[in-house]
T-cell receptor, first 113, second 114 residues
Framework: QQQVKQSPQSLIVQKGGISIINCAYE??????FPWYQQFPGKGPALLIA?????SEKKEGRFTISFNKSAKQFSLHIMDSQPGDSATYFC????????????FGTGTRLQVTL | KAGVTQTPRYLIKTRGQQVTLSCSPI?????VSWYQQTPGQGLQFLFE???????NKGNFPGRFSGRQFSNSRSEMNVSTLELGDSALYLC?????????????FGPGTRLLVL
């Protein structure tokens, strides 16, 4: 049972555009929602994370929007750059098990010139 | 501060063999988690060790095991390797406190089972 569903599977955005990746979760016990960025040959790196008591969190060009009632959260990358081309994973964990992340299936983002 | 290191980076084994992978966490981190990454199944949690004790476990067969040493370094072992065990094995470390949940991943060990 896939507990975190991520879409789209792949995304092509022009330089300067907005990249939007969506995730939906099923388990209402989740209380921590990070986004990770992974480049080829590297391990995932934390981009930004949010807890369900906040509807939006922004760090630089990256914003998480969180909709608790819909059990959805999304990553927005503003002013997308070619260097943002990577695979992005949403994830979730339950209280007391922050190290046990349930990941989405990933979105391969390509930012074109 | 040095990041999470994993050794070896690449490994080729044959079916039926066993393999041991090593992970050194960021200094001061007491939690080490292991994940398997494959194109088909994505990133899946294997287990977490905290202060030398397995604290959480994923849905993997008993052929997958791990341990953590007093210096927080961790090893995972896969016995009786199967072709489907070919994957990137990632280790992540964390302070694992209420206010510091971030997991920092290593570059992974790519295992190929022939």
């Amino acid at each position: 049972q896939q507990q975190v569903k991520q879409s789209p599977q792949s995304l092509i955005v022009q330089k300067g555009g907005i990249s939007i990746i969506n995730c939906a979760y099923e388990n209402t016990a989740f209380d921590y929602f990070p986004w990770y960025q992974q480049f080829p040959g590297k391990g995932p790196a934390l981009l930004i994370a949010i807890r369900p008591d906040v509807s939006e969190k922004k760090e630089g060009r990256f914003t998480i929007s969180f909709n608790k009632s819909a059990k959805q959260f999304s990553l927005h990358i503003m002013d997308s750059q070619p260097g943002d081309s990577a695979t992005y994973f949403c994830a979730a964990s339950k209280p007391g098990t922050a190290s046990k992340l349930t990941f989405g299936t990933g979105t391969r983002l390509q930012v074109t010139l | 501060k040095a990041g999470v290191t994993q050794t070896p980076r690449y490994l080729i084994k044959t079916r039926g063999q066993q393999v041991t992978l090593s992970c050194s966490p960021i200094s001061g981190h007491r939690s080490v988690s292991w994940y398997q990454q494959t194109p088909g199944q994505g990133l899946q949690f294997l287990f977490e060790y905290f202060s030398e004790t397995q604290r959480n476990k994923g849905n993997f067969p008993g052929r997958f095991s791990g341990r953590q040493f007093s210096n927080s370094r961790s090893e995972m072992n896969v016995s009786t390797l199967e072709l489907g065990d070919s994957a990137l094995y990632l280790c992540a470390s964390s302070l694992a406190t209420v206010s510091a949940k971030t997991q920092y991943f290593g570059p992974g060990t790519r295992l190929l089972v022939l």
